[in-house]
């Protein structure tokens, strides 16, 4: 570690060339644009929190006013729109982007031109489905959008064009990522790391690619009719036409519920990397691991109607879906029961990223058993649509993404940036966070089966429903100090923590086997992978030796690949140095995403008295998406060798 | 600075926490709740109750398994000094195999009583139950009893409408047919059953049995789809009766408006107590807190009798305790009169939007207020109706309830919709007129 | 002048272009997932047309003539079907043309023998070829349009209009940027010949012009020839 001399400023910016605000401007690189997922999405982070700290303040108590009916309608609806697709999805991408380059040892993605479009495109796509609400006109019609309400004749304002064009420009970004992702995963494997080698992180992220490149498809359609319905006066959701608010709500939630896997399956990827690490053990049943997240993706499309069991579907369609919903606890337990056994009989170390990891397992059980709860559908007629609903989501996406996010940030913070963070503060950030979030959503629990419908901006007194509601806000207010402390932690560790040694927590998979941060082109020698946990091979390996290995079995291809045995990397030289070809920095990536943004906001007009202000943008932004486009597919990604 | 506490030691506030919500958990069960869902009051809503009393037993044995081996795992296998080197069991296909067969059968035993209770729940209603149509409207509901009609004297028969009271008769079958004049909507009263949603060119069916062991009493119901900006104000009321005192409702919600027949001729006003002396239910004077002087109904020959349930025992949790928008007020000092109300209310707004039976007032799109005075809210179960209520309401119901269809009325009022402010020209009326106007409503007894 | 290729993409492996865990060119494989995703989308629209089948509530109609009192005017069943099946014999056409350029392309180095070899082995007259064909449909369908809004059916007349329209209209724009895209091909022959180094490019385009193609099967099928 001597070598390391110089600050760890962020990712091979040895040369003047790859620091500055256009080094970030212009980046293709992986980690960096995984750097920039993370800020972006933290920061919605807390703009959705905040939002929700508004929420909690109005209902504190009993027919308080502090904001408007409207204001808070925009409220609720902005808060899970951001938390959804504004912070959680994007900082599983940050994972995405950061690692699995680095745990499959690939240089980068397969498209990183297109990665940055992506992060550019969603960076864009997020400010403007956000800025509306700086002037009262944000998207008000809740998360998923129901149909007629968000139709022109009962949603009149630019609010609701606002979220569909937003929710629009979000899906290019996903959709483009996770071609990106389910390329790079299926072809740009080290020689050796077979898929039954890949990390449990990759192998998640993997899946969820999948489920975004088959469930975004859907809900673009539903927003296309809703964005004709809206500018263009087709029918599809026209009540007086005939049209069928139910379609909506099927093309939603074919959609709706493959997104909530896309949301916890990066989370449970990141606890399997930390609790095995932190336990000294390799995970429990690794390839009953892999089946079951295939099979949660798989099930996930086969049980959306479980969101609409009180519209009137019928007693076949009832258990159907009931009877499929139920069916995903199986393999989910699984998965929880393989991560207690991974730390059973193991030397468990209580890092903070172990302490969200543990946490994210108490606290999703507790969601997933509400969530089997609702899937009973009489039963969920009772439930549906009120704080018993909002309990079982919070404790699954915050008990379980956001907890499970938490332990991915601490565990590669220093692999990021170079440093560590303090586990002291980590510490009271955790505790903290743990336990206000309990008090804030269990209460929920009974205000709900107490009667509270959800959604609403203002109850009476007497329902009884004060004692629960004003927990729930001192919970949430709690979760604003804990939130604090993180933000305090993560920058003062990034600009003064202890230098982080390559494998600080003495880790098994290629990322730790680089320096921290990583050089731009991560790998100087592509690594020769032979098991599942490299690392462990070299120091311990009586850890890993039940565990399958190649030692002769590569194929004449892998052998070919010129590549070496898995290795602690030590050399610092730069790309080109080693003469490794890098992509070249561009700034086209992001013209083209502006453009898209610039395009869509002419459509914002198109009801005005005076269209030239339409014109004129969508003609702009047209001009711009072209010609960029041009540019890029014109212009070379590596500098001319030959 | 030095902590003396170390953020473990927050494990013990936790525990507390979580003992105290778990007392509080048992507290569902018990009163105080008046929108409980853990009831017997109807034979859906006991199908429920024993579901979720099995999904709460399987659920808790999951839950204290798995936190206790979670808890066990993470004190017995702490790391006690760094050169621990555990044992390396990569996985155990028996004990895989018994986790995923456990869980398959819990839920087959959730599953079986799950199947049932749908294809009985959901299955048609008896023939002779009472039907009520639903209509949700943003943000009010119109409650229709096809099965009670009445002939009007120009012959055209009208079905007994009202809105945001539903009245039900103990012991017998309730068929519901949901519908909505706009966006979707949710059908909940949580004492009696689960909710089914009003969906726009759709018609759907819910029904149940108020129990036989139920006594007259009130319970709470509400919208529980979101619907637009007055969502959370989209609520009303059940009142579960005896049958003879839902006899006596459908006789007197039937019996024609009072002052429909009176000739619109300057009639003498009548003592104040003639019509509490014919009989009819009285309004508690507590319901309005500053006891409004009101020229009562006049004393006109079909004086309704039967049954309203009597609002002066209405429960705390059934009177709303909305507060009134900062900056509206009505003076107290204005009486006003029934019988020019009658006249005023023909030739205003209002008839644009309500139907009064047997009035010019004929209009389907806002509430039915034929028998208005015997509600037992105004504006949805939002605010008490009573005089106070009733005349800050017509002033400036925009102001009273979020991007409600009702126009601000008030002369002078600012309209907070639209900006602008409410003139003659408008239509807007004096305070005089609009005491005038609420005289009258309260006489639609 | 090396035109990179619209799908830019890194190997893995140290020194240049070699290895790939699959051998596949990382572009075919990122079309395959385009080609999953945009399957769910062509789904999602063909459902939706279905389930609006005969629900709208005034005509014109797809197959059903519509005559007074319940029509205001006498409407007659407004899909065209010989028309159609001629258009998606020209389109299926184009596929098969679109075969042939990229054998052409693959086999450009190959010696050809009689005049025969040569037109087969001319990627330019194939590109054209495709490109013309794709087009003439885009000429038939907008010939449909135009047809169809003279007798009174457009976007916002009923449910069977919109859902119709935006079906075909989504799968027209498909073909609309498959022809550009070929058209791009083109100039690259003429600025430098496409030959075997090239083929991927033209092989992925292929695979997209096949599934836009296999897409009008089905739209075919169920919109036009079942009642
Ligand atoms: C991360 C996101 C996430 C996840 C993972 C889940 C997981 C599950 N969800 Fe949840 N859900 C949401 C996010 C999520 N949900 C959101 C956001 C909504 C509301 C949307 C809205 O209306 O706004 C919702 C709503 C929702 C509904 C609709 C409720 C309604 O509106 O009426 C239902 C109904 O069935 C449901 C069920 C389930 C089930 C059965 C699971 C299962 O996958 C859970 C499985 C896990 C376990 C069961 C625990 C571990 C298992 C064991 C320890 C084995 C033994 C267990 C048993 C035998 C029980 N969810
Ligand atoms: C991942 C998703 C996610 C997350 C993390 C959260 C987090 C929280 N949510 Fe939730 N929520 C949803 C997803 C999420 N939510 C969704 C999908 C809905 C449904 C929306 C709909 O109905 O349409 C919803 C709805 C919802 C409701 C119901 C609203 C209603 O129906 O009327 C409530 C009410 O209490 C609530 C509360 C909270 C709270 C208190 C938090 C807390 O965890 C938040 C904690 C706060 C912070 C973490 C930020 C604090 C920081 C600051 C304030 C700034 C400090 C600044 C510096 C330090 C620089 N949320
Ligand atoms: Cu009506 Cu909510
Ligand atoms: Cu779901």
């Known amino acids: 570690m001597a070598t390391v001399a110089a600050s760890p400023t962020y990712a091979g910016a040895e040369s003047g060339e790859h620091t500055g605000l256009w080094s970030w401007l212009t980046t293709v690189d992986h980690k960096r644009i995984g750097v920039l997922y993370l800020y972006t999405s933290l920061f919605f982070f807390l703009f959705g929190g905040l939002e929700a700290v508004l929420i909690r303040a109005q209902l504190a108590g009993p027919n308080k006013h502090l904001v408007s009916a409207e204001t808070f309608n925009q409220l609720f609806t902005m808060h899970g729109t951001t938390m959804i697709f504004l912070a959680v999805m994007p900082l599983s991408a940050s994972f995405f982007n950061f690692l699995i380059p680095l745990q499959i040892g690939a240089r980068d993605v397969a498209f990183p031109r297109l990665n940055a479009f992506s992060y550019w495109v969603y960076l864009f796509g997020g400010l403007f489905i956000t800025l509306p609400i700086f002037f009262a006109a944000a998207p008000d019609g809740g998360w998923f959008g129901y149909a007629p309400l968000t139709t022109r004749q009962f949603s009149q304002g630019v609010n609701i064009d606002f979220w569909v064009l937003g929710l629009q420009i979000l899906g290019i970004s996903s959709l483009a990522a996770a071609f990106n992702f389910i390329t790079t995963i299926i072809n740009l494997r080290a020689p050796g790391m077979n898929l039954m080698r890949m990390p449990m992180f990759t192998w998640m992220s993997f899946v969820v690619q999948f489920l975004l490149v088959l469930a975004f498809p859907v809900i673009t359609i539903a927003l296309f009719f809703l964005q004709f319905d809206r500018f263009f006066g087709t029918n599809f959701y026209e009540i007086g036409a005939g049209g069928d608010p139910l379609l909506w709500q099927h093309l939603f939630w074919i959609f709706g519920h493959p997104e909530v896997y896309i949301l916890i399956l990066p989370a449970f990827g990141l606890v399997s990397e930390v609790l095995p690490t932190n336990s000294k053990k390799p995970l429990f049943g690794y390839p009953v691991m892999v089946y079951s997240g295939i099979l949660i993706g798989f099930l996930g499309f086969g049980v959306w109607a479980h969101h609409m069991f009180s519209v009137g579907m019928g007693p076949i369609a009832d258990t159907v879906f009931g009877l499929t919903t139920l069916l995903i606890a199986i393999p989910t337990g699984v998965k929880i029961f393989n991560w207690i056994f991974t730390m059973w009989g193991g030397s468990i170390r209580f890092t903070t990223a172990m302490k969200f990891a543990i946490g994210l397992v108490a606290l999703f059980t507790i969601g997933g058993i509400s969530g089997v709860s609702h899937a009973s559908p009489p039963a969920d007629l009772q439930q549906t649509d009120t704080y018993y609903i909002v309990a079982h989501f919070h404790y699954v996406l915050f008990g379980g993404s956001i907890m499970g996010i938490f332990a991915g940030i601490y565990h590669y913070f220093p692999k990021m940036f170079g440093r560590m963070m303090n586990e002291k503060l980590g510490s009271w950030h955790f505790w903290l966070n743990f336990i206000a979030m309990n008090l804030t959503f269990f209460p929920m629990h009974f205000s709900g089966m107490l009667g509270m419908p959800r959604r609403i901006y203002t109850y009476d007194a007497g329902q009884g429903w004060e004692t629960f509601n004003l927990i729930s806000s001192i919970g949430a207010f709690m979760l604003v100090v804990a939130t604090a402390i993180f933000v305090w932690n993560f920058f003062r560790s990034k600009s003064s923590g202890p230098l982080a040694p390559d494998n600080p927590w003495d880790a098994a998979t290629l990322e730790w086997s680089i320096p921290s941060p990583p050089p731009e082109y991560n790998f100087a020698e592509i690594p020769l992978v032979e098991s599942r946990y490299p690392l462990w091979d070299l120091t311990h390996p009586e850890r890993t030796s039940e565990i399958p290995h190649t030692h002769e079995g590569w194929s004449d291809q892998e052998k070919a690949a010129d590549a070496k045995p898995v290795h602690i990397e030590r050399d610092r030289r730069s790309a080109k140095e080693l003469g490794i070809p890098m992509p070249l920095p561009t700034i086209k990536p992001l013209f083209v995403a502006l453009g898209i943004v610039v395009m869509l906001s002419g459509l914002i007009f198109i009801h005005k008295e005076d269209k030239s202000a339409a014109a004129a943008l969508i003609a702009l932004g047209a001009m711009m998406i072209i010609g960029f486009l041009y540019a890029w597919v014109t212009s070379p990604l590596e500098p001319d060798h030959h | 600075m030095h902590w003396k506490i170390r953020p473990r030691q927050l494990a013990s506030v936790a525990i507390l926490t979580g003992l105290a919500l778990a007392i509080a958990a048992c507290g569902s069960y018990g009163k105080g709740y008046p929108n409980s869902t853990f009831n017997n009051t109807t034979e859906f809503n006991t199908a429920i109750k024993s579901l979720w009393d099995t999904l709460l037993f399987w659920g808790t044995f999951v839950f204290i398994l798995v936190e206790g081996i979670l808890l066990y795992t993470v004190f017995r296998f702490r790391r006690r000094s760094d050169a621990d080197e555990p044992q390396h069991v990569h996985g155990n296909t028996a004990l895989e195999i018994g986790w995923t067969i456990a869980p398959a059968v819990i839920l087959t035993f959730i599953a079986i009583p799950t199947v049932r209770t749908i294809f009985r729940t959901q299955a048609r209603a008896v023939p002779n139950a009472l039907q009520v149509e639903v209509v949700g409207h943003q943000w009010w509901w119109e409650f229709r009893y096809p099965q009670f009609t009445t002939r009007t004297p120009t012959g055209r028969v009208d079905t007994l409408v009202t809105a945001n009271d539903l009245y039900l008769p103990i012991g017998r079958t309730v068929n519901f047919t949901l519908r909505t004049k706009d966006v979707i909507h949710s059908f909940w009263v949580p004492q009696l059953g689960g909710k089914r949603d009003l969906v726009s060119n759709h018609t759907n069916y819910l029904w149940f049995t108020p129990d036989t062991s139920l006594r007259t009493t009130v319970f709470n119901g509400s919208c529980n789809e979101y619907c637009g900006a007055s969502h959370a104000n989209m609520r009303f009321r059940t009142f579960v009766v005896t049958p003879t005192e839902f006899d006596g409702w459908v006789q007197h919600q039937l019996s024609p408006a009072a002052f429909a027949a009176a000739p619109p001729a300057p009639a003498t006003p009548a003592p104040a107590d003639t019509a509490r002396a014919a009989g009819a239910p009285t309004r508690p004077a507590s319901a309005s807190p500053a006891p409004v002087p009101v020229t009562p109904a006049v004393a006109v020959a079909q004086q309704p009798t039967g049954y309203t349930f009597p609002m002066e025992s209405l429960p705390d949790y059934a009177s709303p305790d909305t507060p009134t928008p900062a900056g509206l007020s009505f003076p107290d000092n204005i009486t006003g009169d029934a019988q020019r109300g009658a006249e005023q209310f023909a030739r205003s707004a209002c008839i644009g939007c309500h139907t009064i039976r047997g009035t010019v007032a004929a209009s389907p799109i806002g509430p039915n207020l034929t028998h208005i005075a015997t509600r037992s809210t105004i504006a949805a179960g939002i605010y008490p109706n009573d005089a106070r209520h009733l005349r800050l309401w017509i002033k400036n119901a925009r102001m009273m309830k979020p991007g409600v269809a009702m126009p601000t009325l008030g002369l002078g009022q600012r309209d907070p919709v639209t900006g602008a402010t409410v003139s003659q020209s408008l239509g807007g009326l004096s305070d005089q007129q609009i005491a005038d106007i609420v005289a009258y409503l309260q006489a639609l007894r | ?227």
């Open chain 3, 1 to 227: 002048m090396s035109a990179s290729p619209a799908l830019d993409h890194i190997q893995a492996g140290p020194h240049g272009h070699h290895y790939t865990t699959t051998g596949l060119d990382s572009r075919k494989i990122a079309v395959w997932a385009f080609i999953g995703s945009e399957c769910m989308l062509f789904a999602s629209l063909i459902s939706t047309y279905l389930i609006y089948k005969g629900r709208s509530v005034v005509g014109p109609f797809p197959h059903e003539a519509c005559n007074p009192p319940v029509c205001a005017t006498a409407l007659k069943p407004i899909l065209n079907i010989p028309v159609t099946s001629a258009s998606t014999f020209v389109l299926l056409m184009s596929s098969l043309a679109m075969v042939l350029a990229l054998a052409a392309v693959e086999n450009r180095d190959l010696p050809k023998h009689s005049l025969g070899d040569r037109i087969l082995g001319s990627s330019k007259l194939w590109l054209w070829m495709t490109c013309i064909l794709g087009a003439t449909f885009l000429g038939f369908q907008s010939y449909e349009f135009t047809s169809f809004v003279h007798e009174g059916l457009s976007i916002r007349t009923n449910l069977f209009g919109s859902s119709f329209f935006t079906l075909t209209g989504f799968h027209g724009a498909h073909v609309t940027a498959g022809v550009i895209w070929l058209g791009t091909l083109l100039a690259i022959d003429y600025k430098r010949g496409l030959g075997p180094d090239d083929a991927i490019n033209v092989d992925i385009a292929a695979l997209y012009w096949h599934f836009v193609d296999v897409v009008w099967i089905a739209i075919f099928t169920l919109v036009y020839l079942i009642k």
